[in-house]
C-alpha cells in the first residue's frame, strides 16, 4: 500500500488512502467525521475538487483533483489537520489509553522534531488516474466500502453518509461536499 514516490503532476485526479494507526477507529472514536468535511472545504477553496470519497472509522478513500502543488503535500498537510484535531478530542474525552499508543508510537528522531503523537499510518496510497476505466474502479471500490467485508456500516452503498455514493447514484448532493463529477473535473 505504501507508496513513497511523491507524486509531482498537478491538473490530475488522484486515488487517495490514508489508515489510523494499527486501523485504530479513531475517526469514529473522536466523531471527526465534521473535521474532515471540513478539511474537503478548505481544498475546494484552494481550487481542488472533491471527485469522490468515503470516510471509515478508521481510514478514508478519495478522489481529487489538484490543480496546483503536490499530492503528497495536499496529504500531508491534512493528515496533520486531522491528526492534531484527533489528539485533541481524545484528550476531552478523556482517552489517555489511546493517546498512550499514540504517544508510544512516535520514534526518537520524530521526539527530536516536537512531534508527541503519530495518529496516522506513516504512508498513504497514491495513485494517479490516468484511464476513465481506472478512475470508475477505484470509485466503486470507494462506494462499496462500507457494505463489505466485515463493515456492513449501511445496507447499501447510498445509504452510508460519509460517502459519494448517492451522488453518482442517486444524483443527490451531498449535504456537506461540494462534489465534482469526474467527468466534470478540471481547470475551470
Known amino acids: 500500500m505504501a507508496i513513497k514516490l511523491t507524486q509531482t503532476e498537478e491538473e490530475q485526479i488522484y486515488f487517495c488512502s490514508f489508515t489510523c494507526l494499527d486501523w485504530m477507529p479513531l475517526f469514529e472514536t473522536t466523531d471527526l467525521y465534521q473535521e474532515i468535511y471540513k478539511w474537503f472545504s478548505?481544498?475546494?477553496s484552494?481550487?481542488?475538487q472533491i471527485c469522490g470519497f468515503v470516510i471509515m472509522p478508521n481510514h478514508l478513500h478519495l478522489l481529487i483533483y489538484i490543480t496546483k502543488g503536490t499530492i503528497n503535500s495536499t496529504l500531508?498537510?491534512?493528515k496533520r489537520f486531522l491528526a492534531y484535531e484527533v489528539v485533541r478530542r481524545l484528550e476531552v474525552i478523556g482517552r489517555s489509553d489511546i493517546l498512550e499508543i499514540l504517544s508510544n508510537r512516535v520514534t526518537p528522531e520524530e521526539k527530536n522534531r516536537k512531534k508527541k503523537h503519530r495518529v496516522f499510518e506513516v504512508s498513504s496510497d497514491i495513485k494517479p488516474c490516468y484511464t476513465d476505466k481506472f478512475l470508475i474502479q477505484k470509485l466503486e471500490y470507494i462506494h462499496s466500502n462500507p457494505i463489505r467485508g466485515k463493515w456492513h456500516l449501511?445496507?447499501?452503498a447510498e445509504e452510508y453518509p460519509h460517502s459519494s455514493a448517492r451522488y453518482?447514484?442517486?444524483n443527490e448532493n451531498h449535504p456537506h461536499v461540494n462534489?465534482?463529477?469526474y467527468q466534470d473535473s478540471g481547470p475551470p
Open 76 to 78: 500531508s498537510n491534512g
Open 46 to 48: 484552494k481550487g481542488h
Open 179 to 181: 462534489i465534482t463529477h
Open 42 to 44: 478548505i481544498l475546494i
Open 154 to 156: 449501511a445496507a447499501s
Open 168 to 170: 453518482y447514484e442517486l
